[in-house]
């Protein structure tokens, strides 16, 4: 087979400055803005500014290009000084939002959500990000956070879409005890003890497990002797209060791929017989099942997808609730739940992440 010969970029057009103005934001973290024709996906600003940008990705030929503000010549009043100082254009890449204000975050975050249930699902979704305990105004929520080193061994943390290390001496949206490395480490949530491998799968904000425990409860409304389902159940966090809601004649069955969690969540869950853990993949795991009344769905960035999705829909469960930390992921599944006939309900949406562009949401889905 002959392989036609790859076509040139053209010339590169990075450390090119233009001024553009900016429009609406877009998933992902950045703002779209237009020069010549050509789309320009740019950090660091806000809608409705006139800006001075400096492209950091692209070539002539490509249909995009990645640009960071340099100058803002017009701003918005919703665009205040980053409170971290090492925040901005060239610096760490953690923080999308920080020249934002908290409000206005918000605002974008339900934007973006509401845009992409729009788009791949056909919804028109009315959203409100909520802001959640355990924050110091946007900062100091994450309890654990992973050091890069400089080539001199000072800690530091990346610079956005790239491996080179900006020497930090603090970052503000850490908490000042953030776990960092491998260990042991029980966590409470209401009057439950959970174990988690220090470097495994826990949300960072201290508010979030109750905030998602009681989204998810309140939208499932689990009854005494109903059949449960926790999908891509973690350590158990789900599991236990569901437990708690069906009772001795119910059953609770948690899926988990991942062999050291479903060893912790096995001990977390072991004062409820009527729960089962099950470690494999979540589409290999449903196949010999026929029924469930509830289900929650906690699957990682990229989302249950079509195979499992339909898995759970041949379960025909009354509810399902859906933890999504990326709206895409939702609003695609979303849609493919609408095949098997199943309505969103409920959508809520939580700032469990401020000054970066991510939002974490629970979306209640019914049969019709």
């Known amino acids: ?41 740019v950090r660091h600003a806000l809608p409705g500014e006139r800006v001075v940008v400096e492209v950091t990705e692209g070539s002539e030929r490509d249909k995009f290009l990645r640009a960071d503000v340099v100058e803002v010549l017009e701003r918005s009043p919703d665009r205040v000084t980053p409170p971290c100082p090492y925040s901005g254009p060239g610096l760490c890449g953690g923080c999308d939002f920080q020249h934002v204000s908290l409000d206005a975050q918000r605002a974008l975050k339900a934007a973006v959500v509401r845009e992409q249930l729009q788009r791949l699902a056909g919804l028109d979704v009315p959203v409100t990000v909520e802001a959640v305990p355990g924050d110091e105004a946007g900062l100091r929520w994450r309890t654990r956070i992973e050091w890069a080193r400089t080539r001199d061994g000072h800690r530091g943390l990346r610079k956005h879409r790239s491996h080179d290390v900006v ?70 966090l789900f599991s236990a209060f569901l437990a708690e809601a ?42 010999g099942l026929t029924h469930a009344d509830v289900v929650v769905l906690d699957p990682p960035r990229e989302g249950a997808k079509r195979a499992v999705v339909q898995a759970v829909a041949g379960l025909t469960p009354r509810a399902v609730a859906y933890v999504a930390c990326d709206p895409a992921a ?23 992440f401020p000054m970066t562009h991510h939002v974490e949401c629970v979306a209640i889905l019914r049969r019709a």
């Open 1 to 41: 087979m002959r392989h036609r010969p790859r076509q040139a970029k053209g010339r590169p057009l990075v450390g090119e400055r233009y001024t553009v103005e900016v429009g609406p934001v877009a998933h992902g973290g950045h703002f779209v803005a237009r020069h010549e024709g050509r789309v320009l996906f």
């Open 167 to 236: 020497p930090v001496e603090d970052c503000m949206i850490a908490r000042t005890d953030a776990r960092a490395g491998s260990g042991l480490v029980t966590e409470h949530v209401r009057d439950h003890d959970f174990r988690v491998d220090a470097d495994g799968f826990w949300q960072v904000h201290p508010g979030a497990p109750e905030v998602l425990v009681a989204a998810v409860l309140e939208g499932l409304e689990p009854k005494p002797g109903e059949r449960a389902l926790d999908l891509y159940s973690g350590v158990g």
């Open 246 to 287: 069906v009772g001795v004649t119910g059953h609770v069955l948690a899926v988990e791929g991942n062999r050291r969690a479903t060893v912790h969540a096995t001990q977390n869950l072991s004062a409820y017989p009527w729960v089962s853990v099950r470690t494999g993949r979540v589409d290999e795991s449903l196949g």
């Open 330 to 352: 939702l609003a695609r599944d979303t849609a493919i739940f609408a095949e098997h006939g199943y309505v969103l309900d409920t959508l809520r949406a939580f700032d469990l």
